[in-house]
């Protein structure tokens, strides 16, 4: 297992590779900030596994799991914001 020290002082050990860990914290980061405005359903429940496993700093994974209807949810995002840019479309890509 690999420890990980942030600039900031936060701690986090996992058995990624720096750039593997690193890049799914990326994922789950625009994941959580496409869903952050949501305060009741589906996209709040997104909001809170992708919120969960990014402040997880014990055996840090980065993976988390979407029902149907979530994946459905982010599907929708997907085609109804002209707004997002290609990391947003890549990070709601790879959930769906």
Sequence with gaps: ???YTFSNGDVVK???SQNLLMQRMRRLDTLRVLTEGYEYGVGLSIYNKALKAYNKTDNFTGLIRL????KD???CILEDNEMLTSEDRECLEYYL
Excluded: Q, V
């Design 14 to 16: 996992s058995n990624l």
């Design 73 to 75: 949810f982010l599907s």
């Design 67 to 70: 029902n149907p209807i979530e």
């Design 1 to 3: 297992m690999y420890t």
